[in-house]
């Protein structure tokens, strides 16, 4: 066998490639997003948007600004660790009752979608409606969904700058005074107005602009992409949603085949549904979506499809209903709005509601029984115990009395658990409304009155006037 490098070689012919083929091919691993252009509608589920609009923004701009005796009704202040909730004055000891309002809030939800769907991103989710404010700003002053597209789409002329400078100025402005708002249950509000004017306090400006940028970017540019891409609320919805959840449905055995004709037309005799396609249900999605595709994690049940088909059916003398709030099971059974409403007690629902009449139940039972009386007892490390004047053994304590009422009260400070035992400092003090004070607690046994080691004592505090009594545990030491 001839050597490898003496074989004949086989010579294949390279036929030349055109140069247009040889330039590299760009492939986008991520598909583009165009923008949205909601056209608006008029409707009821659009004016059930808008009234909660207004009562939310009124609550929530309102709110700060409202006293209760010579304070604000609402704040939860950070600094001085107080959280004052309209005549209710809680203190970081008090987290427990943050903790069942957040469960409390969580099975809230769990309840309300597994009944109605997205029924709250729809009417009264913050991004939803600070989206909606937006976006009516943006409306007034470039005009409606034509309008804007041809301004976005042409060149930059006069017309074109200032209306878009002005839309900045406003959007900021309403964005500025949101997070204002927001930091404004954190910090009294006429303070940081105050602060914010001489330009002191570098915390709360950084604060008051953070939240004012992420509502101008989530509101203004962000929109439907936090609802679609950023809430987790849309991927595990589908585990509370089943066949029985109050959703935005269309109905295909009624609309389909879908295609356009003029009202004169008999539509029926050329085989098409309802469905006109006019795409006008499309338009008015303020997530860009085609309900007619059936059920989306990205619809947030707002209704204003049904708005804009209801609209249509009504120019069309057709009956209403072909896009509605109904039940995968009602549409596909024909269940009437009764029929519907009887499978809203499901096991799923009542467990819910069992536990959340419970959770309920029993925080507000806690909040009627609560003592407004809060004492932390600290031992004192640089004095474990010592023999005093008079043959005594005496250890020292530091109790900070927290007063949780609106009123000035005085504490009478008492101790037992040991024979003898005795407060040898100041039994009483006097703290005022909504404050705390570290006291010094000096407690004294007889020497030899009690085995060497450590004994349970405990501290009782009582307000004058019967108006509260904590018992608080530590431990005195006997030295060996």
Sequence with gaps: MKPAEDRPRKVIPITPVAAESQQPETVSLYEAQKKIYPRSISGVFARWRWAMVFLTQLVFYGLPWLE??????VLFDLGARRFYIFGLVLYPQDFIYLTGLLIISA??????????GRLWCGFACPQTVYTEIFMWIEHKIEGDRSARMRLDNGTWTFEKIWKKSLKQVIWVAVAFWTGFTFVGYFVPIRELGGELLVLHGSWQIFWVFFYGFATYGNAGYLREQVCKYMCPYARFQSAMFDKDTLIVTYDPERGEPRGPRTKSVDYKAKGLGD??????????????????????????????????????????????????????????????????????LRPRVLF?????????????????????????????????????????????????????TEGAQRYVISARGLPGLEVASESEVD?????????????????????????????????????????????FLVPR
């Design 275 to 344: 469905c006109i396609d006019c795409t006008l249900c499309v338009q008015v999605c303020p997530t860009g979506i085609d309900i007619r595709n059936g059920l989306q994690y990205e619809c947030i049940g707002c209704g204003l499809c049904v708005d804009a088909c209801d609209t249509v059916m009504d120019k069309m003398k057709y009956p209403r209903g072909l896009i509605r709030f109904s039940t995968q099971n009602g549409v596909k059974n024909h269940w009437t709005q009764s029929q519907m409403l009887k499978r809203v």
């Design 431 to 475: 703290i005022g409304p909504a404050d705390s004070r570290w006291v010094a607690v000096r407690l004294q046994i007889p020497y030899g009155s009690a085995p060497p080691g450590s004994h349970t004592v405990y501290f009782d505090i009582q307000a004058q006037g019967n108006k509260g009594q904590v018992a608080e545990k530590s431990v």
């Design 68 to 73: 209760w005796g010579q304070r604000q009704m």
């Design 352 to 404: 819910y509601t069992s536990v959340l009449i419970v959770l309920c139940i029993g925080m507000l039972a806690s909040l009627v029984v609560r003592t407004p009386l809060k004492v932390d007892v600290v031992r004192d490390r640089a004095a474990l115990s010592r023999i005093v004047a008079g043959g005594k053994l005496e250890n020292i304590y530091r109790l900070q009395i927290m007063n949780a």
């Design 107 to 116: 099975l809230s939800l769990f309840l309300f979608t597994a009944v109605a």
